[in-house]
């Protein structure tokens, strides 16, 4: 029943809508709803960057979610929507990055440089970023022609570095200690401790 409903004509277009709904909501906030007041609070770049980057994290981890779906309910018509929301994931990351380098930066790049090099939190999150664009770009089936399986799959593994950092810079960002940074960062291990312990099983039962 799952399947057929994953694989149904309707389900990528709906996918992929309501994977906008994010952008939606910040168009909403800010043509709809400005003419009430300040549309993203006291620190709309704050409000921005932040709503953008928790938006990247959760679609980080929803691509990650998808095999340890498949595994648990047999329904293999997830794959059809890994690569839509790997890129999706990597479409609110440049966004994430581009409101801190234009609205809080405002492109001035030794500053920028600066800022990096000075606030841990910031240089995880561009690490984290600068991963993430190979797999953004190799992620088409010409490039995973062109690479050779083996190789591609290699390199989209380092999104097992990527999640984690990714989280930490989350974590490091928040001031004080905070519960939601711990929730991410559990369902981030709970995530990548199924993958381990499916290859754990896998190599136990290999001939």
């Not at 960057?49 to 340890?68: E, I, K």
């Not at 809080?104 to 606030?119: A, C, H, M, T, V």
Request: net charge positive.
């Amino acid at each position: 029943m799952l399947n057929s409903v994953l694989r149904h004509p309707a389900a990528k277009p709906l996918v992929f809508f309501g994977c906008l709904l994010p952008l939606a909501w910040l168009a909403w906030r800010l043509f709809g709803a400005s003419s009430h007041g300040n549309a993203f609070g006291y620190n709309p770049q704050e409000y921005l960057n932040r709503h953008l980057g928790d938006w990247a994290l959760r679609f980080l981890l929803a691509t990650l979610a998808l095999t340890p779906l498949r595994a648990l309910t047999g329904a293999t018509g997830v794959n059809r929507f890994r690569r839509m929301l790997g890129l999706y994931a990597f479409f609110y990351v440049c966004l994430h990055v581009l409101s801190y380098v234009w609205l809080d930066q405002g492109f001035y790049w030794p500053e920028l440089w600066k800022d990096i090099s000075k606030r841990t939190y910031i240089t995880v999150g561009m690490v984290s970023f600068i991963l993430l664009v190979p797999l953004a770009v190799t992620s088409w089936n010409r490039m995973l022609r062109k690479l050779g399986a083996a190789r591609w799959r290699r390199l989209h593994q380092t999104v097992y570095v990527i999640a984690p950092l990714a989280c930490l810079h989350f974590f490091m960002m928040r001031k004080g200690f905070q519960i939601e940074p711990v929730i991410y960062a559990v369902v981030c291990g709970f995530l990548l401790g199924h993958r381990l312990i499916s290859r754990l099983r896998r190599s136990h039962t290999a001939p």
